[in-house]
């Protein structure tokens, strides 16, 4: 049987298959990735994930095709397609092939996180699968209590506190830029005002980095991530 934290991320493209495995393992899931058809089936027999994030454009067959061939050989796994169509009779193609959800690129990974924990939850109503808890080194985060502990400790934080170390939680190890954390935290579609971002930045790291190692750190010039200690 399937571990229900085990997730098969395909697509030849290795720069998405890599921040989205990223992103899956920040969020407490096992990954692994395959680059075409032909691993994927490897990786599924050996490595036998409980969901598998498919981009439809592989090289050597469609993922449609795929997922067919895999229903053919009696494996279930929910799937959640991957694509640069947009066209409606793509996604109809898609979840009527037995795909379970359709994410159009550019997606959001917060977004794709988040599917992949609700396609699972399906999978087993019970509702052990999957995890609603973001964990870098000993900091974590908890989705559904709201809650925020550093070194096992609680930290306090506010609403909007809350929802970008969310954000840099979720983008882990990812260098973001000012224009992308304004606009998914602030959802400024026009840049907004730096020094806003500035001040949160300094109120997390007064309540999240109050212990050592830092985990918040400035790319001067670009931005900030959030980077577990070497």
């Known amino acids: ?14 720069n998405i298959a890599e921040l989205v495995s990223m992103a899956l393992k920040v969020s407490g899931f096992e990954v692994q990735t395959a680059g075409t058809a032909r691993d ?9 994930p409980a969901l598998i994030v498919l981009d439809v454009g592989l090289p050597d067959m469609d ?8 229903l053919a050989d009696g494996i279930k796994a929910p799937v959640i397609f991957l694509t640069a169509r947009d066209a409606t009779e793509e996604k109809v193609r898609g ?9 159009t690129k550019p997606f959001s990974l917060e977004e794709l996180v988040a599917r992949v924990r609700v396609v699972l939850r399906r999978q087993d109503p019970s509702g052990t699968r999957g995890s609603s808890t ?3 080194a000993d900091l974590e985060l908890d989705d559904e209590s709201y809650q925020v502990t550093r070194g096992g400790r609680p930290v306090e934080l506010t609403r909007t506190e809350f929802r970008l170390l969310r954000y840099l939680l979720v983008n882990a190890g990812r260098v973001l830029t000012r224009a992308q954390i304004l606009d998914h935290v602030w959802e400024y579609d026009f840049g907004g005002d730096a020094s806003v971002l500035e001040t949160y930045i300094s109120y997390l790291r007064h309540k999240v980095d109050v212990v050592d190692p830092p985990l918040i750190h400035t790319v001067r010039g670009v931005g900030y991530v959030l980077r577990a200690p070497r």
Request: no cysteine.
């Open 1 to 14: 049987m399937a571990d229900g934290t085990r997730i098969l991320v395909v697509d030849d493209e290795r």
């Open 40 to 48: 994927a089936r490897t990786a599924i027999r050996e490595f036998r």
């Open 63 to 70: 993922g449609f095709e795929l997922v067919q061939r895999l």
């Open 95 to 103: 979840l009527t092939v037995g795909g379970d959800d359709y994410v």
């Open 134 to 136: 973001l964990v870098l």
